[in-house]
């Protein structure tokens, strides 16, 4: 079983909040209250995501690849519970020793765990123990953040657990949405969910970028580790589109053969749409000789306005082979994104470059717990730039690295077309 | 996705009841009563055994051979919905029409349904809405038994109906226990549970059985229809062990080599124990030392008095082989049976024979909806006789004819010693 | 991977040759000539059937149920210098101590070996150092004949030896016919081969058998174990069909639904339909609107009136509920063949029973290395009764038990149909 | 079944030769002399290499990624047949028009094809009319060299077409090293193989490389299209070791538990060595107490101070991860290359380096029938830079590409370390 590295990414600030941590010696109050306000904002904002969904719905796992709702809600608690508070809450007591087992994701150094495929049949302990779970880790957390007499060595692991547990966020709606679109009576997460409303930037034709450009992350402010060293590029003369593709586009790819011409995909691509039978994006289907798909708000008709969703990035390369162009690089992006010629860069579909995953030159993985696996994903794996619908506020950033397997799907993944000057 | 048979075997009473339907054109009261009163009793049977699980429980399925609790509730529903109410109950209105796509098993001439092993993602309908099924369809057959003008009709397909659903209230059982066994919390379905008494027969040797005898059923009271055509046999002269094999027999087998020695296997068996890695009987594991196995009542030790139990075919051939004696054929069985020299015959656990399961001789399949796959089965299986501490009441007779894959565990399954004569 | 039964039955003869053994005492040379030429006559007949075969033909191996030919030259031969020679035949010295692990076949107690799945790689030694090695074992083996003072332990290793080798010479050919089927340049084996004409006993109406039977093997001649203990059966009246099912037959069964109809179906028939994607029997393709098959003669069209062949089980019981009747058990086929009612009984096709493959009551396990594993293939395959076009001469007998899984299609496997009256 | 893009990668030179095909409007007899000497040069070379297999040896494929030699030596004659005499050579006939089926790799447009796992059951044609394919085609090539009237567009054929055929030879004998891996007779391929001398370059320490930099090809000579266009990178200062990593380091590695600690490795990385039971390179085993490898050579004790050979890019990274290092950028890799500061850089292993293979900036798959699947292979595949032992004359240079997928040990694959400073 290809285990994936969806919900598990962690990563280090290996710089960080020099001015909050050079207070810590005499720690402010004021410095207490934006990181405890910052944690429960972070922490209401997955009960809020959890809170339409019943245990029932909570329990499933649709894929190996997906975890259920309530594992999510408990492995970002258990993720402070490890890290935070076990070190650092005086005489603090776990909630439940069995917990380690049941939601411990990947860490080998933090012992033996749920073999992934099996997170689905935790029937029990129950959504209501994990919600007694959540308060009473809220609990222990708030009350350390208000006692802590050296706020120094905890305030990266508060912060890294919050953008741990935004990205579960993220991953927490993905997965509800694949196990929907398994169900046959279609249920809706939202009923009135509809897609966002676009930043409207529409540049008629993109500014072209080239030369001598730093990308990654450099100065204030939280990143991951993947996102440094921040490091110098060049770049050959290329233009990137303004706007995402959009479903109209991808029918015509679709009407022109898209899905059964070969030499428009890669070989492995090739291999995925017949092994798989693929022959539109993902959670599409035909009802009544029309295009709908899955949503958020249930079986909905494809509008052919919004941007595509769901493909892979086999569908996302043979798109682009097919339109002529190319799918940008992920610094191209970058730079572009910097320079502000995209629109809908954040927001709406994730957007599949075509570099793989790598560390930056002269990246090292962090030493300690938390760094444990930092870079143990750096293979196989595709760069998406930007950010979607699904993505906490606050978690987007132009340097900001996601990464999934070329043939997933089932992220809000989209594309924007990049083409080179001749 | 090899298909089990394990929870679908639909089979028809084709002779019976001759007095309750000769007397069917002037319907007594008294009939209508026995009837609702036999419906009433084994659908609230049903839901006892239903009520120890919480909604989370009930809709997990742990392999594809296990079928959530929340979907046997609703397909021994819709089985009554769709074989009795849409024919004969005029003016029936379905609970919800998805639901035959939902809960329909395996019946190709009822249309579409959903895939066998992905019962365990329909976390809607919920738990509570199928209860309202439950409730919705007993009224509905309760009004159809209180007013049908003819019930020679309705009968044998309520009576298949009941039958139906008690093979489903094992397989319940035996299904939770299954997803139980995977979750490191070792959740009791009912903490109190205990293994039943046993019936305290123990002739010192069994009196041996020879000749010509009549097997299968004939006479009053329903059976399935792989229970005919009954017809003789010849049998060699042979003792079948009047107690079942108990685990300390097992263990002795273990200490043995029993799980090491490949000259003791089935060629077939011993490659399923290397690709398993099966050292003991399902659901046992070591702690501390010593033996425990998951239970009904949890996670117990082993009590080395009692029936093994969760042992496959190849397992019990293989303690057979290693004994010097074999597993009775099915009809050895029967006529052994049938003159009382077993002791545990039922109640405990099912024991495996040495027969393959086939059709008797002269064996037709019935014509018609309910018999359309009867015999569909019958390769590639084996013959388990007897009834287990998992069998509803009134559901276990000499004849009954039980059937598993070779590699199946998850049942309650043993085995009794047979020994020819020379 | 499932490891076939198919190339390796061994089985004891538990009684034979009184008359030889009795005066091997003072051996005399008639009893050491017609040994000699027994073996003489044999080893030649596999060579006879390699002889067409060129180095790279006996090299490969087209599926794990398959073996070389190549490796079916050699095995037989070290079965020889295992069995006999290395007990028996004072000094002998190996041929190569390497080809016990190339060519033992399963046998653990004489030590590891090749995996099955692989037995095409061995391209050294070469097709002609394993001529050579035969060469080498032959002459132990007649010097051993010619000069053994008590021939009374040797002739039964001899005769097993040379059943065995018989056994190799059928597979030697299916096994050719499977590589070569997937050769698109269809090579012939034997570009003369034709259908044998049949018996050409043609009763109308078979009579009807019934009542008790003696079935198995006893009095003089050889037998495999598996042939006894001879025992009595009953019989319910059932006619069987003089002929074997034609192609023309199978081919009204296609036109009328027979592979698209899964109620025609068992249900792992019919799960074995859909994953292979079967239409029709084994080897035949459709060429320019008409029906081909690959034969030993190459790929020729379907001649309508002779036996289908290369059908799995699968496909014959399918016919067989389609066309309203039954296939006959192993045993009804017996009484019948020894009755003298069945045409084509033997050499065309070997044809499908409804009986598993399980043990004669009161079976026991020969002890010693040759019958280190005589009953461990008795689960999961049929019996098949007859014998084939490609079955050497002195290889047929009305209690022969053939066995294949019921998926196994490339034998020369067909049926004749049964039928119970009422 | 993955596919591989091993033994199929066809590039095309999108510049070159311009002094040839200047003059081929009046072609002289130097030019036709020279491509008819650099043509027979290179046919000769592949039968030089398959002249010590036996037709056995030349038919095997011992994994879906290797292919038999006869294969090899059939599809490179079949691609000067399809893409150079079918459409050039006046009047030529195909020596087989099924060879076209039997010998196409993956050319979709030039029609359907053997199945590639199923290369290995060619045993017809044999190697002896392989040998006389040659032998045709050779002499229509030979024809079409001397009498063309313009030689413009052939020379690009013809010399892509040999590149070709000498990417084979190194796959030819990396694919019988695999085959004669798994016969237990330890086949040589060359009894007096040994290892290379090596080049001697050992500065104490590789100068460190950093700034902008050109890489790819420019200039004369051929290349593949994957080495352009030339652009210009920036790297960080890192300096690359000027030796290839020794056994004696892997053996440290591996006593340090570098195949047992999961956190040196990638995640897929871990799950490989988990699936495979990896614990040394490959072809290694333990033979009383000491290290074996299979070689050209047959199978020979481990030398210690040779380059480590057969391992995986997940072993490389694993390994430089151990060492507190990195593989280098492929970039990196050619820059060093190009200063020269890289001992033992050709001709005895290809050196893993940390780039996935992707297209350089603006690289386009070329129009037409040879550049149909140019890019086809650029996702989840690693580049590899160097060349090793078994790398024809000739077809090494700085700027080359080699790439497999990350778990690919057959090939003759090492690495070497970098070291960024801080």
């Not at 076990?86 to 933090?110: H, M, Q, T």
């Not at 570099?355 to 030493?367: E, F, R």
């Amino acid at each position: 079983m290809p285990r994936s590295a969806a919900s598990e990414r962690i990563r280090l600030a290996d710089q960080a909040h020099a001015a909050d941590i050079a207070v810590a010696g005499r720690v402010s109050d004021d410095l207490r209250q934006k990181w405890l306000k910052a944690f429960r904002t972070v922490r209401a904002e997955t009960e809020r995501r959890a809170a339409p969904l019943s245990p029932e719905d909570q329990v499933v796992q649709s894929m190996p690849d997906a975890s259920p709702t309530k594992w999510h809600r408990a492995h970002v608690t258990w993720f402070f519970e490890q890290f935070l508070l076990r070190p650092f809450a005086k005489g603090y007591r776990p909630f439940d020793e069995r917990f380690a087992y049941l939601y411990n994701s990947y860490y080998v150094s933090a012992g033996p765990r749920q073999a992934r495929p099996q997170r689905g049949l935790i029937t029990r302990p129950s959504a209501a123990e994990i919600g007694a779970y959540r308060a009473y880790v809220d609990d222990a957390v708030a009350e350390l953040i208000e006692t802590a007499k050296d706020m120094g060595q905890l305030i990266p692991i508060i912060e890294i657990g919050l953008h741990h547990e935004q990205q579960h966020q993220e991953l927490l709606l993905t997965d509800i949405l694949h196990a929907f679109s398994l169900n046959e009576t279609h249920p809706a997460y939202d009923p009135d969910w509809h897609w966002p409303a676009g930043d409207g930037k529409r540049a008629d034709a993109g500014a072209p970028i080239a030369g001598i450009h730093m990308v990654g992350h450099h100065g204030d402010g939280f990143c991951f580790d993947n996102e440094q060293p921040s490091h110098q590029v060049v770049l050959r003369r290329v233009r990137l589109a303004s706007s995402l593709v959009t479903n109209r586009e991808w029918i015509e790819f679709m009407a022109d053969g898209g899905y059964t011409t070969p030499t428009l995909w890669l070989s492995d691509g090739w291999a995925t749409v017949e092994a798989q039978g693929w022959n539109a994006p993902g959670y599409w289907r035909k009802v009544g000789g029309a295009w709908f798909a899955m949503t958020l708000g249930g079986l909905r008709p494809v509008d052919p306005a919004k941007p595509v969703c769901h493909v892979s990035y086999y569908e996302a390369d043979a798109f682009a082979r097919w339109s002529g162009k190319d799918l940008p690089t992920e610094t191209e992006w970058e730079v572009a994104a910097k320079s502000g010629v995209l629109g809908d860069a954040f927001g709406m579909v994730w957007q599949w470059t075509r570099s793989a995953y790598a560390p930056y030159p002269g990246y090292k993985v962090a030493p300690g717990a938390l760094g444990e696996y930092n870079g143990k994903f750096m293979v196989n794996q595709i760069v998406l730039r930007g950010s979607s619908l699904a993505t906490p506020a606050g978690h987007s950033r132009p340097t900001y690295r996601n990464f999934f397997y070329p043939s997933a799907r089932w992220q809000f993944a989209g594309l924007r077309l990049a083409e080179y000057e001749r």
